[in-house]
């Protein structure tokens, strides 16, 4: 249960929709469920205002599964799950709602189709090779509640594809800027945006690339104030990053 859930429960309580000592058994079995394999945490939502998020890489498909339908289980949806496999979304289909989306491969079990998204995060990407790190990033955000405008291929290369949607990135609250290569995205457009960046460096590029590590470094030096920087594909930490920046200018205004 996240923050927003949190409070409508403490509502229901007040108005006498839940009683107290049901309210109490709630709270005293929600912190987490130990399934053997994982402890399932069921008040990363209200402390850190998002539910937990499944990384699915290196686990198995049963693992997954189990995973899911503790959470599912306790009333949590909008499930997502990174770094899935085709196969492992294949057999979790098969006994939870799930909505695979096979670029970033990144699943949604028990999507709410009634998600309340506010503000604007942008997502640009240097070429279409680092698509998969952006949906990642964009997914991410979009799950936890932030609209999303995607800027994919307006890399330096021909900066003018940048340029022609100037007005989007000036209206930003914040921008992921996700680039392999040398990684000089994220200056340029730390050098025209008025809102935080979100340097995401990828693995794209030829040898001499050292599998990001040549983007991580362009981006960490970078001469732009206002550019943070992320690890190496970390899409996902990008997105939720962005969305919890988002969220904060949200709630001033």
Known sequence: MNKEEMLEFLRKVKNDEISVEDALVQLKTAPFDDIGYAKVDFHRGIRQGANEVIYGQDKTPVQISGIVKSMHEHGISNIL???M????????????????????????AYKNENIKRTGSVVIASGGTSDMAVCEE????????GSNVTRLYDVGVAGIHRLLAHSETIMKARVIVAVAGMEGALASVIGGLADCP???VPTSVGYGA???????????????????SVVN??????????ANMINKMESAEE
């Open 81 to 83: 799950i990174t770094r």
């Open 232 to 241: 190496i594909d970390n899409g996902f930490g990008a997105g939720y990053l």
């Open 137 to 144: 990033a964009a997914l991410t955000a979009e799950i936890l």
């Open 209 to 227: 690339n050292f599998g990001g590590l040549s983007a991580l470094l362009s981006m960490l030096n970078s001469c732009a104030s206002g550019v």
């Open 85 to 108: 496999s085709k196969e492992a979304a294949d057999f979790v289909s098969k006994n939870h709602t799930l909505e695979y989306h096979e670029i970033p491969k990144a699943g949604i």
């Open 197 to 199: 960046v979100i340097a």
